[in-house]
């Protein structure tokens, strides 16, 4: 038992909002939770997310450690001869 007077007040069915929507419930001290950013609309989590190689960074690194096939190679290779 906690002791009286001394806990914030429970809401075990706060709502979260993002973007004006009611995207989940969860228990909180706050009645709603406005929220600009969830797993349902992130990049990361949505399969979205753009890898932006800034002067062929992730390629020089897959070379360099040998994570990259053959064939992947070569069509590397070819395209920077086009370029």
């Known amino acids: 038992m906690?002791?009286?007077?001394?806990?914030p007040e429970w809401y075990p069915e706060a709502k979260v909002i993002c973007n004006g929507e009611v995207v989940m419930t969860v228990g909180s001290t706050q009645?709603?939770?406005?929220?600009?950013?969830?797993?349902?609309?992130h990049p990361f989590y949505t399969g979205?997310?753009?890898i932006i190689d800034?002067?062929?960074r992730?390629?020089?690194?897959?070379?360099?450690?040998?994570?990259l096939d053959a064939e992947e190679e070569e069509n590397e290779t070819?395209?920077?001869k086009e370029k």
């Not at 906690?2 to 806990?7: L, M």
């Not at 992730?58 to 994570?67: A, E, H, I, T």
Request: net charge neutral; no cysteine.
């Open 31 to 41: 009645p709603e939770i406005q929220v600009d950013i969830w797993s349902g609309n």
């Open 54 to 56: 800034t002067e062929g």
């Open 58 to 67: 992730v390629d020089r690194f897959l070379r360099k450690y040998g994570l």
């Open 78 to 80: 070819s395209d920077a």
């Open 2 to 7: 906690p002791k009286p007077g001394i806990h």
């Open 48 to 50: 979205t997310q753009k």
